[in-house]
């Protein structure tokens, strides 16, 4: 495990580098559409660590799991949720064997798909869910709890809530932001930069932020909107390598690793703490971006 805790870490002055993406790696790796991401963790474990350690190798101090989906109401898509258990820690396990004793884990948590505000299911099922996958990914040695790609206040503070209360992880929380038409900035659920950063500290989050739907470059008003809020509380951005384009049926991100190491010091001046990817960027994005921030 890490000597000192993330927060800590920033604390002291530093500007730490995390991974890229998962998804569009798993299926550059050969994962289908349809198919479950999560249970390549027990069919295809060394595919699994060979994404994780190619981030450590790159330059990442800090490494997510293979368990974006891993919740047990995501899980039950492919009949798989009495496995969740099994399923979070072997994710967790796999990227700390990658990271080995000197970089952290953070343990990615998305969200479930079910929405209390429709009645889907009830604020007490969504809660013992979370503390189902968190519980399991500290069990596989995880570091921290990375709950990601939130857009509903609700299920968010649930989250933060679970893993603080049932885990002694710390706990991330990152809100998924687009742009609107005025050019202001809302979750799918109509939340805003500040909104996500206050519910996020409220429910007891040590770092929040901001991840997937935007470039860098758009995350910079983003985290200028969420900084006055959180103060003192480190900001963790998770940029995709820009907007995706179609290109003959095909989403590609353009921004080239060069392009995001170009917006490097914009985003720390903005307030970022921790800098990593999320769709279309890759361990070379991350290369570029650890020798941006230490140029």
Not at 60 to 75: C, Q, V, Y
Not at 245 to 269: H, Y
């Amino acid at each position: 495990m890490a000597k000192m805790s993330i927060v800590d870490a920033v604390k002291s002055g530093r500007i730490l580098i995390s991974d890229g993406a998962w998804g569009t790696f798993l299926q550059a790796k050969g994962l289908h559409s349809g198919e479950c991401p999560e249970w390549w963790c027990i069919a295809r474990p060394d595919d699994v660590f060979d994404i994780a350690k190619s981030y450590i190798d790159a330059g990442s101090d800090m490494i997510e799991t293979n368990s974006f989906g891993g919740s047990r109401f995501k899980l039950s898509h492919y009949g798989l949720a009495d496995r969740a258990v099994e399923l979070n820690r072997a994710a967790a396990q796999i990227s700390r064997r990658a990271a080995g004793p000197d970089h952290w884990v953070i343990a990615s948590i998305g969200p479930t798909g079910k929405m209390l505000l429709m009645g889907d299911v009830s604020e007490e099922e969504l809660y013992d869910g979370f503390k189902e996958q968190a519980m399991a990914l500290e069990e596989g040695g995880a570091d921290a709890i990375c709950i990601e790609t939130m857009s509903a206040l609700d299920e968010a503070s649930l989250a933060v809530r679970a893993a603080r209360e049932n885990t002694g992880c710390e706990v991330i929380c990152t809100f998924t932001l687009e742009r609107t038409q005025k050019g202001a900035y809302r979750s799918m659920m109509g939340v805003s930069p500040s909104s996500a950063a206050q519910a996020a500290l409220d429910a007891g989050a040590h770092i929040i932020g901001t991840n997937c739907g935007n470039g860098l470059k758009r995350m910079v008003d983003i985290v200028r909107e969420m900084k006055p809020i959180a103060g003192e509380v480190p900001i963790l951005v998770h940029a995709n390598a820009g907007l995706p384009q179609n290109i003959n049926g095909k989403d590609v991100f353009p921004d080239t690793p060069e392009d995001m190491a170009a917006l490097v010091p914009a985003i720390i001046e903005a307030g970022a703490r921790i800098i990593g990817g999320c769709c279309g960027t890759t361990p070379a994005h991350i290369r570029a971006i650890k020798q941006a921030v230490f140029a």
